[in-house]
């Protein structure tokens, strides 16, 4: 049998194969790995009383600022957080690259 694209492969060692290549690729997260850095909030919006929607830090050393976006529970309240900002205790953020945004992962003190 034959389409628009050519001849439907139908060796069952090849569909074996393109399976676990496309269960491969998915699993890898389109190559976005994890990273860290650190430094002191500056700006905390909540999306909800106990979810933070953004937050802005200035990385120790460097003095860059990074504005993350978070998904569900990222560790801490946004409460918590202007806590940290108050007190100037720094965070550290994990977090991946989107390509769009950096979604925080998980927040640590």
Known sequence: MTTAFGTIIRCPQVLA?????SVLAASCGGGSEEKTVRGLLTDVQGRAIAEVETLTI???GTGKVWTFYAQG???FTPSHLRQHMLRGEPV??????QPDRLLVIRLTD
Do not use: I, P, S
């Open 17 to 21: 194969l393109l399976a676990a290549l």
């Open 73 to 75: 529970d990222v560790g």
């Open 92 to 97: 550290t953020v994990r977090y991946r690259e």
């Open 58 to 60: 200035q990385e120790e």
